[in-house]
């Protein structure tokens, strides 16, 4: 019989999602089994300890949310605000924006301080907003996909001063740098964090990889309100994935499957390894953009790897290069967001489409549509 729907087959250099490895695809497609099954029990404890291993840190919280990053970011920020409790938020691009929306949402004052998108965060600018005041989280974007900008370690350094300086929690949104770019949450003091499977941890779209320290634990303990949402309330979440095992909501167990199939080939690669190919692609692609006669958004020290955002030359139909790489080439890449609409496209080289050969397969056809 037929498939019932046959998608086509794209190289996806955008945003996210990026290509899905053959092993990653064919985990999913393995029999599904209980969710309470002991052999899955065996698999959940695995996924714990890598996703612990990607994250860099010991937390005892290590899990995937069964949702998208942005479902990550809804059950960290669920669990961790009580309505009035005073946020902290750098924005510098959409996700910081989504970041602040999430949180007021959740009643919490927030406050934000902006920097130019394309730009670093100011986080001078954050350490004096917290100064003498007492906040609940102070948050930020480790790798602002909106604009391919960096949170680099000495400016979360900076923000985790902060934090302490004003009893904060500190709160990283990591959707685009697991699994790409260092993330280190112990040695960064970093409290919580949310991430997302289809970025550069190459599986599909559909799982949040989160993680919470003992004293993010210890804020959610002390809340006087219970955690609004039931689906995300990361204490009954814990004890499904603890020892308890009690059941909560049925695990998406083939997504699992896929999950643990990708972390075990970037384990297998080795985190610097990986690391490494993600910033020698970026940097083959930089080059040969700029060879193209194209312009970077962003200044080269403050630049993601897995992500790069390349101004639209004057008089050029940004929307007609994108339809024009899809329609011929089979290629997709990203458009700007907000007020870069129009102004920039975004190209992700992510997980296993981080090289150098994929790099120059683009610039290849970016050429060409281009000339014409
Ligand atoms: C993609 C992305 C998100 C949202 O993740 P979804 O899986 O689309 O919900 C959040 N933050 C950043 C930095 C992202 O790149």
Not at 20 to 46: C, K, Q, W, Y
Not at 62 to 89: F, H, K, R
């Amino acid at each position: 019989m037929a498939p019932s729907f046959c998608p086509p087959s794209r190289l996806l250099l955008g945003p996210g999602p990026c290509n899905t490895p053959p092993e990653v695809l064919e985990a999913l497609s393995r029999p599904t089994i209980g969710h309470l099954d002991p052999a899955f029990l065996e698999l959940m404890n695995e996924l714990r300890e890598r996703l612990g291993r990607l994250f860099g840190t010991k937390n005892q919280l290590t899990v995937p949310i069964s949702a998208t990053g942005s479902g990550g970011m809804q059950a960290v920020l669920a669990n961790l605000i009580e309505p009035g409790d005073a946020v902290l938020v750098g924005i510098h691009g959409v996700f910081g924006m989504r970041f602040a929306d999430c949180a007021e949402r959740l009643g919490a004052k927030v406050t934000r301080v902006e920097s130019d998108w394309g730009t670093p965060l100011d986080c001078k600018a954050m350490a004096a907003a917290a100064a003498g005041k007492s906040f609940k989280m102070i948050g930020a974007v480790h790798a602002e996909t909106s604009t391919g900008v960096l949170l680099s370690a000495d400016r979360i350094d900076t923000l985790r001063d902060a934090a302490d300086q004003s009893g904060a929690l500190l709160v990283l949104d990591t959707v685009t740098s697991l699994a790409g770019l260092p993330v280190e949450l112990d040695a960064r003091g970093v409290d919580a964090t949310w991430s997302g499977t289809q970025k550069c941890l190459a599986c599909p779209p559909g799982l949040s990889p989160i993680s919470l320290s003992a004293r993010a634990f210890e804020a959610i303990d002390q809340r006087t309100t219970p955690v609004s949402s039931w689906y995300f309330d990361l204490s009954m979440i814990g004890k499904y994935w603890g020892s308890e095992r009690t059941y909560h909501h049925t695990a998406p167990i083939n997504m699992l499957y896929a999950l643990h199939e990708a972390t075990d080939l970037v384990l297998t690669e080795g985190l610097d390894e990986r690391f490494e190919r993600h910033a020698a692609a970026a940097r083959h692609l930089w080059k040969g953009l700029e060879e193209l006669g194209l312009e970077l958004l962003v200044e080269e020290p403050h630049r993601l790897f897995p992500l790069t955002a390349v101004r639209v030359p004057e008089g050029v139909d940004e929307a007609r290069i994108r339809a024009d790489l899809l329609d011929r080439f089979d290629i997709e890449i990203g458009g700007g967001l907000g007020p870069l609409a129009g102004k920039i496209w975004r190209i992700g080289l992510m997980g296993m489409n981080a090289t150098t050969a994929t790099a120059d397969h683009l610039l290849n056809k970016l050429a060409k549509v281009l000339n014409e």
